[in-house]
């Protein structure tokens, strides 16, 4: 049996024949219309149409590494190579082929032997939400907790894989949070970063409760 009779008989209910009557259409015209329909969805992507309507992919630590990486070389370069992916994780070519094809069957990149690699729609939205959580934390990390850049990339880098999403949202709400209030603000930042730095605040702390009790009373 064809396929677009199989289409024909799947598609064709109650509902749509009480549309086409709706529209006078006869018999005849009723079956022309379902092989031009069954035309259309056999002629579709439906790898894109997948894509279309999902944002992201979970993957694994290792994975999420090798699309973020993908994703900055790609902005550098247009497009990414096996070479400079290894080069970048300090990987070898063949665990980078055997990651490149885990995400080619996730549809996350465009990939062929010895081709330029480009990212999909998906891949680049499931890159960018990796960078999102990276950046989060690692701003977390420097600017909440005075943790030196240096080392706030590195514990972002292993942090960014397990963090859920509600973690990375309350960190950044936080940031945020300490900027506006009159009790935080920059200068509790710095006070903290001055604490951990020195061991002692900087200001003398009943001043300080003194002159929040001033701001907030205004």
């Known amino acids: 049996m064809p396929k677009y009779d199989i289409i024909i008989q799947v598609t064709e209910t109650n509902q749509i024949n009480n549309s086409f009557d709706s529209i006078k259409l006869d018999d005849a015209g009723k079956q022309e ?14 790898n894109d149409i997948f894509i279309m309507s999902t944002q992201i992919v979970v993957l694994s630590a290792s994975l ?7 994703y900055h070389i790609i902005t550098k370069k247009q497009v990414a190579r096996s070479k400079d992916i290894a080069t970048c994780l300090s990987v070898s070519r063949a665990s980078v082929t055997e990651a490149l094809r885990t995400l080619s069957k996730k549809s996350l990149i465009n990939y062929a032997p010895y081709e330029p690699i480009t990212l999909t729609p998906l891949g680049k939205s499931t890159a960018e939400d990796v960078i999102f959580r990276h950046d989060a934390l690692k701003d977390f990390f420097t600017k909440v907790l005075a943790i030196d850049p240096k080392t706030a990339e590195v514990g972002a880098c292993r942090v960014e894989h397990a ?14 949070f300490l900027k506006i209030c009159p009790r935080g603000g920059d200068d509790l930042l710095k006070g903290f970063a001055d604490y951990c730095k020195h061991g002692t605040t ?3 702390c009943g001043e300080c409760i003194s002159s929040c009790n001033l701001q907030t009373s205004k």
């Open 33 to 46: 219309y379902f092989v031009i329909l069954a035309y259309i969805l056999l002629s579709f992507n439906w």
């Open 64 to 70: 999420e590494d090798y699309i973020e990486a993908i």
């Open 163 to 176: 963090a859920p999403p509600e973690v990375i949202q309350r960190m950044i709400a936080f940031i945020d």
């Open 202 to 204: 900087r200001n003398d």
